[in-house]
């Protein structure tokens, strides 16, 4: 089992930028691929980024590259998602997810998941 908890959402003017922080305990971190998705009012939750356990293989969407980094520390069970420029349309709850694979028909999943924290860009 793997916990999750985000931080550092919050509201902020366009333009402006954000670091999301995601905080893992519980099974070894290290052995996981960790990503990023966000849900925006009225919309399904999106792919946003992830990288492989190792950080050496990382995947945007194209709606935020770019612009948004996601990063990795092994030593502290954390990853990141710096957010810069940032458009009113990246409003969205951002969840950290952790240990991805992929279904039959080949789509992203991941087995955990963070309760999620608030971003909100003012235009």
């Known amino acids: 089992q793997v916990q999750l908890v985000e931080s550092g959402g919050g509201l902020v003017q366009a333009g402006g930028s954000l670091r999301l922080s995601c905080a893992a305990s519980?099974?070894?971190?290290?052995?996981?691929?960790m990503g990023w998705f966000r849900q925006a009012p009225g919309k399904e939750r999106e792919f946003v980024a992830d990288?492989?356990?190792?950080?050496?293989?990382?995947y945007y969407a194209d709606s935020i590259k770019g612009r948004f980094t996601i990063s990795r520390d092994n030593a502290k069970n954390t990853v990141y998602l710096q957010m810069n420029s940032l458009k009113p349309e990246d409003t969205a709850v951002y969840y950290c997810?952790?240990?991805?694979?992929?279904?039959?028909?080949?789509?992203?999943?991941?087995?955990?998941w963070g309760q999620g924290t608030q971003v909100t860009v003012s235009s």
């Open positions: 997810a952790a240990d991805r694979y992929y279904s039959s028909s080949g789509s992203r999943q991941y087995r955990y």
């Open positions: 519980g099974r070894a971190f290290t052995n996981y691929a």
């Open positions: 990288t492989t356990s190792s950080g050496g293989t990382i």
